[in-house]
């Protein structure tokens, strides 16, 4: 199974501030079958990046996936107010898929 | 646009069973475009698969369950289930039903239910 580990767990930004997150896989993830999602309170998680770094339908273009192998990072360019959320990390490369803990930007 | 809608009891006694089914509109299960998926989230936690099915009732799980889950499928009534057998309270969560394209390259999950909290309690 390929563990995928999320850091820092929480990030604190003021808006307009960059976000970096980084997701680690415990196998290299060598077809770049990564996923982002975005998860609000009291909603589903929100399908942001897949492929490692090609954006879903809609998302805009402040948020970009980048990485390889078994390190991979999601950046929010400058963040809005709508962007403060837990964020998820998703392989689909191995089955079981499986999902980083999030990590969630918060207002500081 | 497809729509799912997760339905089923809320509380569940422990070393019962769980039953949960999605209904799908503005899609069909039997199509073949998807893998109709569910998936679960712990309260204060992260995101654990349970299994997919496809249209041909291939499914697929994670072993993590042991064999305690089943995923299928009602084509006359659009809808796909999970099943989960005796339950614990590490059991309580959302759960969410999901869906996921039909090629490798598409096994992220780009369709998902509200989801539906379900408690294991006595």
């Known amino acids: 199974e390929i563990v995928l580990t999320q850091s820092p767990g929480t990030l604190s930004l003021s808006p307009g501030e960059r976000a970096t997150l980084s997701c680690r896989a415990s196998q290299s993830v060598i077809n770049r079958y990564l996923a982002w999602y975005q998860q609000k309170p009291g909603q589903a998680p929100r399908l942001l990046i897949y492929g490692v770094s090609t954006r879903a339908t809609g998302i805009p273009d402040r948020f970009s996936g980048s990485g390889s192998g078994t390190d991979f990072t999601l950046t929010i360019s400058r963040l809005e107010p709508e962007d403060f959320a837990v964020y998820h990390c998703?392989?689909?490369?191995?089955?079981?898929?499986?999902f980083g803990q999030g990590t969630k930007v918060e207002v500081k | 646009q497809l729509q799912l809608q997760e339905s089923g009891p809320g509380l569940v006694q422990p070393s019962e069973t769980l039953f949960l089914t999605c209904t799908v509109s503005?899609?069909?299960?039997?199509?073949?475009?998807?893998?109709w998926a569910w998936i679960r989230q712990p309260p204060g936690n992260g995101l654990e698969w349970i299994g997919s099915?496809?249209?041909?009732?291939?499914?697929y799980y994670n072993l993590s369950l042991k064999t305690r889950a089943t995923v299928s499928i009602d084509m006359s009534k659009n809808q796909f289930s999970v099943r989960l057998d005796s339950v614990t309270a590490a059991d309580t969560a959302v759960y969410y039903c999901?869906?996921?394209?039909?090629?490798?390259?598409?096994?992220?999950?780009?369709?998902w239910g509200q989801g539906t909290l379900v408690t294991v309690s006595s």
């Open positions: 503005g899609g069909s299960v039997s199509s073949g475009t998807y893998y």
């Open positions: 998703h392989q689909y490369e191995s089955p079981p898929w499986t």
């Open positions: 999901a869906t996921s394209g039909n090629q490798h390259h598409l096994y992220y999950f780009d369709n």
């Open positions: 099915i496809f249209y041909d009732g291939r499914t």
